[in-house]
């Protein structure tokens, strides 16, 4: 019965998000319909011949699709990591950031665009994917040391944050001039303007690993509620449980951040949105909270690239701009509870 | 008394409650299975360099519900947490059923161990319903809808609790008692064959302490309880082990422990103790009285009340 029930609420999400991407693709400058988008995708698909000029197919399939594409699993990927690192670590204010990822991908970046750390070999996406992996090591390594109770792992967290934050402004305000600043800043608040088929691909494997070991453990997630103690007293290796999910939501939050930048408030805000839908089961609220974290970021890039025409915000900005007031809310919620 | 569930007669007898683990309409069973428990043999535990538990031996018989007596920081939580296995001895084994807890995976412990902790709490929104269901976790798989024996549990554990009522509301609204009776549900839902509870009784008004060791000790459990009140622990254990900065002073049935010279070793208060209506009955007395108990001038504190100069 919950079962159906699920299931229902889970393909509703995924017709959804399937019409929200065949809409945002026709959105945008360049006049292309939808029948026209769905001629060109079935023509790369072998399904009849594209009846649409060379220039105006490239727009739709090599830019608007994979950037439509790479929203949708980037917004998935931040809120699931939000919402497994929520409860994971008892904190409704967690998000994927909080473990220092972003923080250390941004140095990795500002290392690779500024300081031209890699020769011109290592990409802008891998320095990041390099300086993310670096500093959830490090936050990893610290927490264990001081003794791996969850307020400690946030404490490193938040040490790491800063310490690479620090590293950032200082490359950048030490050794950028002015246009590479304005790059790096575009990049640094999140944006899929660069989103190519590689970064899809690579993003959506990943996305689709660490979904899977998140669904494996659901009830395990459930089993935190109470925290540690009681988690182990149902049963769980907590000890286990917390390096594997934490180590999975990390390498997604990487990748994703290595592709796009730091997207933020989708990974805080939109779990605490599913939840009010579908009550604390997370074998309810993870299917659901990826597929409205797909949705929100495909529309809220649509926006990000349309409303300032020619001119174009980063994700990131926008995301804020509405998750600001979604998370006073939140915060006005938890006040009355107590 | 408001509890829905009438008082048990015969508190040793288990009534055939669902989820029980015992054969319908088996006697209780006796002391006779050699090893169908939860035994911890001289175990100890260093926390933080200091020696917490020293070769501590507990051997509950089955049914039968065990009192730990103390004063706070005696090694009561460390010996729970080392019977629930969350916590291994430094040296010294805990064993179920002959096995040791180390050998048995942490799945399988929790669906025959199950423990209220002191002092729960969540920042998640739960209902009184998800939060009993907790329960089934180490008995379902990821991602597997709850089976029509979860269902069962969870329904039979709310009903002995006299919580159905109050299964839809949200954990957050219910008082204290409730909340320890939600977390014993919790607990029963497991189907454990063992319960370990730390001082469950605290904060609660006296009714509330007598209504849940009432259910307590009516549920067809083998069960370990930490208590502070001595007279409860007198009213509602059928054995006593009385710990004091880590090592068991006293072991036996309440009117073997609870003598008034060992009240006042262990906890430094005098009491007199009388037998009582099939258990003793303990008072304690002011400092003041009887046998004049007087500070020296010098050991009175300087600032203390008068300010005045000797």
């Given at each position: 019965m919950r079962g159906a029930r699920l299931a229902l609420l889970a393909s509703g999400g995924l017709v959804v998000l399937a019409v929200s991407v065949a809409v945002t693709v026709?959105?945008?400058?360049?006049?292309?319909?939808t029948a026209d988008v769905w001629r060109s995708v079935s023509a790369r698909l072998g399904l009849g011949d594209s009846p649409l000029p060379p220039l105006r197919e490239g727009i739709v399939w090599n830019l608007r699709m994979p950037r439509t594409l790479l929203a949708a699993v980037c917004g998935a990927g931040l809120a699931l990591c939000g919402a497994v690192m929520q409860s994971l670590l008892r904190n409704p204010l967690a998000d994927p950031f909080v473990l220092g990822v972003s923080s250390g991908a941004s140095t990795g970046a500002v290392a690779v665009i500024v300081l031209g750390w890699g020769g011109g070999v290592v990409s802008l996406s891998a320095g990041a994917f390099v300086g993310a992996v670096l500093s959830f090591g490090m936050v990893v390594l610290l927490a264990q040391s001081l003794g791996a109770s969850m307020d400690r792992v946030v404490l490193s967290g938040v040490a790491a944050m800063q310490l690479f934050s620090a590293l950032t402004s200082f490359i950048v305000l030490t050794s950028a001039d002015a246009e590479t600043t304005r790059g790096v800043l575009f990049w640094l608040l999140g944006s899929l303007s660069g989103a190519g088929w590689a970064d899809v691909v690579l993003c959506a494997a990943v996305l689709a690993g660490v979904l899977a070991v998140c669904l494996a453990h659901t009830t395990t997630l459930d089993a935190f509620a109470f925290g540690e103690e009681a988690a182990a007293n149902l049963g769980v290796r907590v000890a286990r449980a917390r390096l594997l999910l934490l180590t999975a939501t990390a390498l997604l939050t990487a990748a994703l951040v290595s592709a796009a930048g730091a997207i933020g408030f989708v990974g805080l805000v939109l779990p605490h949105a599913a939840r009010t839908v579908t009550g604390s089961s997370h074998t309810r609220l993870l299917p659901v909270t990826a597929l409205s974290g797909a949705v929100f970021l495909v529309w809220v890039d649509t926006v990000a690239r349309t409303v300032l025409e020619p001119q174009e915000i980063p994700v990131g900005v926008v995301t804020s701009l509405i998750g600001v007031p979604a998370f006073v809310a939140v915060l006005y919620r938890a006040r009355r509870k107590t | 008394m408001n509890d829905p569930q009438p008082a048990v007669a015969g508190r040793r007898a288990p009534a055939a409650a669902p989820g029980a683990r015992w054969p319908a309409g088996g006697a209780a069973p006796q002391a006779s299975a050699a090893g169908g428990d939860l035994h911890a043999e001289r175990v100890s535990r260093l926390i933080g360099g200091r020696l917490v538990l020293d070769g501590v031996t507990v051997t509950p018989r089955p049914g039968e519900t065990v009192g730990l007596l103390g004063p706070n920081g005696s090694g009561k939580s460390t010996l729970l947490r080392l019977l629930a296995g969350v916590l291994a001895p430094s040296s010294g084994v805990v064993t179920l059923d002959g096995r040791p807890l180390g050998r048995t995976t942490r799945r399988a412990v929790a669906r025959r161990v199950a423990s209220v902790e002191q002092n729960v709490h969540t920042q998640t929104e739960l209902t009184v319903r998800d939060v009993v269901a907790l329960g089934r976790v180490p008995h379902r798989r990821s991602w597997t809808p709850m089976s029509a024996a979860d269902l069962g549990a969870v329904t039979a554990a709310l009903e002995r609790t006299g919580l159905t009522g109050r299964a839809d509301q949200s954990w957050h609204t219910l008082s204290g008692g409730e909340r320890q009776r939600a977390q014993i549900a919790r607990a029963l839902a497991q189907e454990p064959s063992e319960l370990l509870l730390d001082e469950p009784t605290n904060h609660l008004d006296i009714q509330h302490q007598l209504d849940l060791l009432e259910l307590v000790t009516g549920l067809p459990v083998t069960t370990v309880i930490a208590l502070h009140d001595l007279n409860l622990a007198a009213m509602y254990c059928d054995r006593l082990l009385m710990l004091r900065d880590g090592r068991a002073v006293a072991e036996g049935t309440p009117s073997e422990v609870l003598a008034p010279s060992l009240i006042e070793e262990v906890y430094g208060v005098r009491a007199e103790v009388t037998p009582g209506p099939g258990y003793p009955v303990i008072r304690f007395l002011r400092?003041?009285?009887?046998p004049p108990v007087r500070y020296a001038a010098s050991d009175r504190p300087a600032e203390a009340g008068t300010g005045a100069a000797d």
């Open positions: 026709t959105v945008g400058p360049a006049d292309i319909g | 400092r003041g009285a009887g």
